[in-house]
């Protein structure tokens, strides 16, 4: 299965019914500024450079966001936080999201998302994410990431989850760096949401001495490495 095959299936998931129904009322009801929008409201698969050696896992697509425009992190908050730093760090062909038609282009880096679907509250349930692993196993089987990198606590858990790798003594915390069994490093960061980036728990400095660590892990490849174990 290729990358495109993937993502064709993952639009036609209707594996949950709570995110099905969801998703495609806020795209009907839709946000006063955003009438004019022909909201997505489907799930949402990742994108990015198809030979990426940087993989970033998010939670979810937002209600307004993603699920609006149809790709991860483009058209909110998080995603104008998020594409300035991968500008900045040289991940990204422009500083800005605001649709899938705006030319943005991610060198040597693929987003996605633990749940594909936007979750009301931005909560997805255990059986959701459970659901959508396998999308996020079957990605890193095709992209083989040298780097994973971790946009919160769920991310966090969840690739720990998909690689069976013991927590031990790794505890997410923002800019904590750990090696995987399988061969990945894995990068954790806070989620650049408003909740982090308006309080200053996230601040621009600390999001671009995490990315700089990434790029300075980005090593070329000299082996195949181990592929996560099916859920």
């Known amino acids: 299965m290729s990358l495109e095959e993937l993502k064709r299936e993952i639009i036609s998931c209707r594996k949950c ?7 495609e009322e806020v795209a009907r009801t839709k946000r006063k500024a955003y009438m004019d929008w022909d909201y997505w409201g489907k799930p949402v698969p990742g994108f990015g450079d198809p030979k990426a050696r940087v993989l970033v896992v998010g939670l979810a697509p937002g209600a307004h ?15 104008k936080f998020l594409y ?6 040289g991940f990204a062909s422009q500083p800005n ?9 991610l060198k040597d880096m693929y987003i996605t998302a633990c749940g594909r679907c936007a979750p009301p509250q931005n909560k997805p349930t255990t059986e959701e994410l459970d659901n959508c692993q396998p999308f996020l196993e079957r990605e890193i089987e095709l992209l083989q990431p040298n780097v994973i990198v971790v946009l919160g606590r769920i991310a966090f858990e969840r690739i720990l989850r998909v690689y069976s790798e013991p927590k031990g003594d790794k505890k997410f915390a923002h800019g904590a760096v750990f090696r995987l069994e399988a061969g990945p490093w894995l990068v ?29 892990l980005v090593e070329p490849r000299h082996t195949v490495l181990r592929s996560p174990r099916r859920s």
């Open 97 to 105: 999201s605001a649709s899938r038609g705006d030319g943005l282009r």
């Open 17 to 23: 019914p709570r995110l099905v129904v969801w998703r």
């Open 188 to 216: 954790c960061s806070y989620h650049p949401s408003q909740q982090n980036t308006l309080t200053g728990k996230l601040t621009v400095e600390m999001f671009d001495a995490m990315w700089a660590q990434v790029k300075e």
């Open 84 to 89: 300035a730093a991968l500008y900045r760090a």
């Open 65 to 79: 966001g993603s699920n609006r425009t149809g790709r991860n992190f483009t058209g909110d908050a998080s995603g």
